[in-house]
């Protein structure tokens, strides 16, 4: 994996940090690279931070929904975090809504509902 | 809209060779920018900037590479992308245009998401031959 993204464990999830430049390539990646982590660390949750994103399109909305489809089936749920509000928009005017993730707005929010969970 | 119709008639700003998923990035970065520089607004940026990249990863997906020009029209009013393959082409463009279709396990908003991104859409294809898709967004 390239330096183009970071995992680091923060209390019970993984922490994931995607750059912006992040290739088709590396973000196919690192779907493997999680799974493996996942079941790694024993972790109760994945945190997506795609602050730094400036754009999320199909490809990468279809595999951050199927990231959040294994992360479930590894039993941890997916939270996406750092959305920019232009990014929303885009999306639902592309008529994606991945309802197999759950978005916090920040990280703070994300961990106090992993902790609840 | 007119400007569309053959070849754009201003200024070319860069031309980007379509061939692996980093150029994807490197397209969308640069349309980015331009429309940046020029004053366009965040979410006009996030819109276009999605649609191109959904142009540019087609053209290596299906059409096997190409390339990618950005031009100003003549008033400088639009950015004006096109993006030209040389892949087999598509045989139904409607079709193709409509969401929930796919060729390959996409979700299928890819080529109708990139048309509502944009204030002007226009996709010209000759099976065999290869795909032109003109898209333009007001500066």
Redesign the interface.
């Known amino acids: 994996m390239s330096g183009v993204t970071s995992i680091n464990l923060v209390e019970n999830a993984l922490l994931v940090s995607i750059q ?6 590396e973000i196919v990646d690192l779907q493997e690279t999680l799974s493996n982590r996942i079941a790694k660390d024993d972790v109760k949750g994945v945190i997506l931070d795609i602050s730094a994103l ?6 990468v ?2 595999v951050i929904a199927q990231l959040a489809g294994i992360s479930r089936l590894l039993a941890a749920e997916t939270y996406v975090v750092g959305m ?4 929303a ?2 999306l639902v ?4 809504y991945l309802p197999e993730v759950r978005t916090a707005l920040s990280l703070t929010h994300a961990l106090s509902q992993l902790r609840r969970d | 809209m007119t400007d569309l119709q053959g070849k754009p008639n201003g200024p070319l700003l860069a031309s980007i060779n379509l061939a692996v998923s980093r150029d994807v990035v490197a397209a969308r970065q640069a349309v980015a920018r331009f429309m940046k520089d020029r004053g366009a607004s965040t979410l006009r940026v996030t819109r276009f900037a999605t649609a191109v990249s959904e142009i540019a990863r087609n053209a290596i997906v299906h059409g096997g590479g190409g390339e990618i020009s950005i031009y100003l029209d003549k008033r400088n009013e639009y950015l004006v992308v096109e993006c030209r393959d040389k892949g087999p082409g598509i045989e139904d463009i409607s079709l193709a245009m409509s969401d929930g279709y796919t060729s390959r396990g996409g979700l299928g908003r890819g080529l109708g998401g990139a048309k509502r991104l944009s204030h002007g859409f226009d996709i010209r294809s000759t099976p065999g031959e290869g795909t032109i898709v003109s898209m333009s967004v007001k500066l």
């Open positions: 912006d430049d992040v290739t088709d390539t400036e754009i999320v399109d199909t490809f909305g279809r920019r509000p232009a990014v928009v885009t005017e592309l008529g994606m």
